[in-house]
């Protein structure tokens, strides 16, 4: 009876520069029957780089954190445009693999 915290940050990447935007969202996502309350509650999660509002390109270091009462500090994974990306804290993002387009990152534990 574990419930999952997704963030997700939209961002825009045009002509190798990154727009970041401040609409990042939070969401709970219920993969099985919620638990009795005051247990197993969802984790924190959080995106700490890139930056709402910032633009980047190159090569980009996202960080996430997520964080659980019950459980301390645990690895999230890290999704670039609905595709999985690395199941940890970190990851090097090499922008120039992406064309002008919106991109969403999105971290989940």
């Known amino acids: 009876m574990k419930k999952l915290k997704t963030t997700i940050l939209t961002l825009i990447l045009l002509s190798s520069f990154l727009m970041i935007f401040p ?3 939070s969401s709970d996502i219920r993969v099985k029957p ?4 005051g247990k197993n509650k969802a984790p924190k999660v959080n995106i700490n780089t890139p930056l709402d509002g910032s633009t980047v390109s ?7 954190a997520a964080n659980d ?3 301390g500090a645990l690895i999230a994974d890290i999704y670039i445009d609905g595709s ?12 120039t693999t992406f064309g002008d387009c919106m991109i969403i990152i999105e971290a989940i534990a």
């Open 34 to 37: 919620p638990a009795p309350p």
């Open 58 to 64: 190159g090569i980009v270091l996202i960080t996430v």
């Open 23 to 25: 609409t990042t969202t």
């Open 69 to 71: 009462k019950e459980d």
């Open 84 to 95: 999985f990306v690395i199941h940890g804290i970190e990851d090097e993002w090499f922008t």
